[in-house]
């Protein structure tokens, strides 16, 4: 049996249906016996039979997308609440409405303004669109775009390296045990000129729904104050600034924490807030790999080889990262590093990826595993692996 709180969602949806203020759907917390399924978006679409409602089924490895008319839509949906799906997100020109069903039956109906002010086009074949909306007020504002909305010659690798970065994070949120989160809180420690804080941020909230709050942490004054006032423009609420230094920034209660391109150990100083704040997902791009390269002595039979300089430098580089994805194991983390975007758009590339779980480590396999690698190149220290101790 429905409890009240379905019955009002359902009863909004399919008043937005009728006097069209429905924008799109989504069907969270799957429960159900498809492995692979995780989550189902819901949207309009014009077709030579009329009006429909178009699923799509978002699963592991594949999408799979059905068409259907209201009456038989709808009849889906209701019985999916509760039974396989047990959360919902309707958004409307008038509210958005979140549905959250718990143990036993218990659910909660959250009501909020309007994510969205005008309908969504319902073209089937709609022209595949950059993650980032192009025309969006603050790459104007940061010069990525021209008044006109067009990208700028000297910024194309900016706007490969904003949309890459985009996709990727919301890749590894849809893998990890946010994918049905409908709230998230976010920090981007090092934002700087805050060119993927303000992506992240919008296509989180606005492409994907979601309540998300940002928080991007910089040292420079004039830059945490371009920003904002640029998220006052754009009327972005919950997104914040603020001055500070990523080594004492005291950070709690987060979700995604972020740091791209923080020189040096700030690399460091962003994991340890991270894990101690116990981030659900901490995404790190590494630059300026200078702590260890005067540390390292060679061993007799590789000195030959790490006398030049640029084969040193990126054996630092290889054993920094290598290092920090150890430590974060050791934390209670899975790890994988990859290479986010190709090296003609930022040689700075490597993306560290930590993934909390629940699964305790290894901690003295893993302390064996640092102490070798640090003996055996004649390291002394590394950050991260002091501010844990």
């Known amino acids: 049996m429905m409890t009240e709180n379905i019955e009002k969602f359902i009863d909004e949806l399919t008043k937005s249906l009728s ?7 989504t069907l969270g917390n799957y429960r159900g016996t498809d492995a692979h399924l995780q989550k189902l978006l819901i949207r309009l679409l014009e077709t030579k039979k009329g009006t429909r409602l178009f699923f799509l089924y978002r ?24 039974t396989n799906f047990f959360s919902g997100h309707l958004f409307t020109l008038k509210n958005d409405f979140q549905l959250d069903i718990g143990k036993k039956g218990k659910s909660h109906l959250n009501v909020g303004k309007p ?37 700028r010659d000297k910024q194309q ?17 849809d893998k990890s045990v946010l994918a049905n989160y409908q709230k998230l809180k976010i920090v981007d420690m090092g934002s700087g000129k805050g060119y993927l804080t303000f992506a992240a941020f919008d296509f989180f909230k606005i ?51 972020i740091a791209l391109h923080a020189c040096n150990t700030a690399t460091d100083d962003a994991i340890f807030r991270g894990i101690r704040a116990e981030a659900d997902l901490i995404v790190v791009a590494p630059c300026c790999h200078q702590e260890l390269r005067p540390q390292i002595k060679a061993p007799e039979f590789l000195g030959g080889i790490l006398r030049h300089g640029v084969i040193l430098e990126r054996e630092a580089e290889t054993l920094t990262d290598g290092l920090r994805a150890l430590l974060l194991e050791r934390s209670g983390y ?21 993934t909390r779980t629940a699964k305790k480590a290894d901690s003295e396999k893993v302390d064996a595993q640092i102490t070798l690698i640090k003996e055996f190149y004649g390291i002394k220290e590394q950050r991260l692996e002091n501010l844990l101790a």
């Open 59 to 82: 699963q592991e490895t594949r999408d799979t997308a059905k068409n259907f008319d209201f009456a038989e839509g709808l009849k889906i949906i209701k019985e999916s609440l509760g």
């Open 19 to 25: 006097d069209e203020t429905f924008v799109k759907m």
């Open 207 to 257: 492409t994907r729904g979601i309540d998300v709050s940002m928080t991007g942490i910089d040292a420079r004054e004039e830059l945490v104050d371009l920003c904002r006032d640029i998220a006052k423009a754009c009327d972005f609420e919950n997104l914040e600034f603020e001055r500070g230094l990523i080594s004492n920034y005291e950070l709690s209660d987060v979700n995604i924490l």
């Open 334 to 354: 899975s790890t994988k590093i990859f290479e986010f975007i190709s090296t003609e758009h930022t040689p700075k590339n490597n993306m560290i990826v930590g």
């Open 115 to 151: 994510t969205f002010k005008s309908k969504p086009d319902l073209s089937h074949n709609r022209a595949k669109k950059a993650l980032v909306d192009q025309n969006s007020f603050y790459l104007k504002a940061l010069g990525i775009t021209t008044e006109a909305g067009e990208i």
């Open 157 to 173: 690798d900016k706007w490969r390296q904003i949309n890459k970065f985009v996709e990727t994070l919301g890749s590894l949120i």
